[in-house]
């Protein structure tokens, strides 16, 4: 009789190209997801050895995490900016690998592009140059962040070493209460476990309150997977999941064969975490580190470190409510989808916001969508500064960023000091606490808004 198996351990079962005792196992790669900051130094690693990508059609690349969010058209590039661009333009020219560049009508954050073109599909290992990579396991694909030497090995060869991780449930029963997001479930999981608690585990995340999730909603759930140290997240694919891929450029056209591609009965998990999602509420970070995080409500905990309150300008004890801020950020490949903009724009419609805010779709389909629906209207009626897509604040690589000191409530997914921008203050939240916040001038309680 054959054992159970996690939906983790069937992926990677069916991937292994070559094992031995007390190694790495050779794993083969179904889709490579490249950026332009990650890949320069691996297509001249080729160059210099004469090699050649192994499978262009199961690589794609596109621009992100440096390219203005401003007009382009009337946006000046800097000299470092235009470089990098012309660089993956070249490469994956002379490589023959499809590229969603500046000019294409795809263009977005890699995350976001990866599952709208339908190339992130359920039984896939995925892998690109970016720890968010986590984000195609909504999918039920095993997906990771990988470094700018194996984004090289895999180029060359669609293989990578690595060593097999542990299984870890995270099982979410009930139902997420009115105003809670799965941006607050996330930043509950990870305070909960810390930022280190599930390193070296996969985490798959199960139960009704799950199920229920919407696929935006779970890709902003597997995305800060990372945050937590995990190697990858992962959920189930469901009838949720086929009919968001049906149709779209890349899917599949059955999905008969993923039906049943999910954890046995039975199987077993190296550890397991039980939530119950109707006692959370919305949550925000008050530290250094995605980690420390409290619900909305609460107060800064008596045992954070004196170097992260020092450096946040808080103090222990401190209610976050209230907290006056200077700028809200509105994208990311965490929460930049159709589904984000609607939720921060249902409750700036017909309000001002007394902070600078910067709404940025996480792609050009993203960004069509809100036109079309008039939420581009919404975020400029209420003073907000609606951008093109990338990676814009998450990472302030392309001139967005914050000035020393400043206090920015962000949807991204770190709040690392700097992270934003040298001394700048990052709280992490959901778009909804982020809208509130951005009308109120503080930090502030969406759910009286709703």
Not at 296 to 319: C, F, H, N, W
Request: hydrophobic share 40%; aromatic share 6%.
């Amino acid at each position: 009789m054959v054992a159970p198996k996690t939906l983790f351990e069937k992926i990677w079962d069916a991937h292994v190209v070559a094992s031995e005792p007390d190694c790495p196992v050779v794993l083969y790669i179904d889709l490579h997801l490249i950026h332009e900051m990650t890949s320069p130094q691996a297509f001249s690693g080729l160059r210099a050895r004469g090699l050649r990508v192994r499978r262009p059609d199961r690589t794609v690349a596109t621009v992100d995490h440096i390219i203005p969010t401003l007009n382009r058209a009337q946006a000046e590039i800097p000299p470092s900016t235009a470089e990098l661009v012309r660089q993956i333009e070249k490469n994956c020219s002379d490589f023959g690998v499809a590229l969603h560049g500046v000019s294409s009508e795809s263009q977005g954050i890699v995350h976001v592009i990866g599952p709208e073109l339908g190339l992130t599909q359920p039984g896939m290992t995925i892998v690109c140059g970016d720890s968010h990579t986590s984000t195609h396991g909504a999918f039920g694909a095993l997906a990771f962040g990988i470094g700018t030497s194996e984004v090289e090995h895999v180029l060359a060869t669609q293989c990578l070493l690595q060593r097999r991780p542990k299984t870890f449930e995270v099982k979410v029963d009930g139902s997420l209460p009115r105003g809670v997001t799965a941006k607050d479930l996330v930043l509950a999981i990870i305070a909960r476990l810390g930022i280190g608690g599930a390193t070296e585990h996969v985490l798959e995340y199960r139960g009704e309150a799950v199920r229920a999730l919407s696929m935006d909603e779970r890709m902003t759930v597997c995305n800060m997977s990372i945050e937590a140290g995990a190697r990858a997240g992962m959920i189930a694919p469901d009838e949720t999941t086929f009919a968001w891929l049906r149709g779209r450029r890349f899917a599949p056209k059955s999905f008969d064969a993923f039906r049943d591609l999910k954890s046995d009965d039975g199987a077993r998990f190296d550890r397991t975490l039980e939530i119950d999602a109707s006692r959370l509420e919305p949550m925000i970070t008050y530290g250094t580190n995605p980690g420390m995080g409290m619900p909305i409500s609460g107060v800064v905990p008596a045992e954070t470190s004196k170097q992260a309150l020092d450096y946040m300008g808080l103090k222990a004890g401190q209610r976050m409510l209230g907290q006056s801020i200077d700028v809200v950020f509105i994208g990311s490949c965490t929460n930049s989808r159709i589904s984000d903009l609607r939720s921060a724009a249902s409750v700036l419609k017909g309000r001002r916001v007394k902070a600078r805010v910067l709404v940025v779709p996480g792609s050009l389909p993203i960004k069509r969508q809100a036109e079309e629906e008039g939420l581009d209207r919404v975020f400029r009626e209420a003073g907000c500064e609606w951008r093109e897509p990338g990676c814009s604040m998450c990472i302030a690589l392309n001139g967005d960023e914050l000035a020393e000191g400043q206090y920015c409530v962000s949807t991204s997914n770190r709040n690392f000091e700097g992270r934003q921008g040298k001394g700048g203050r990052t709280l992490l939240a959901s778009p909804l606490t982020a809208a509130a916040s951005a009308i109120e001038g503080r930090v502030a309680d969406a759910r009286q808004y709703l």
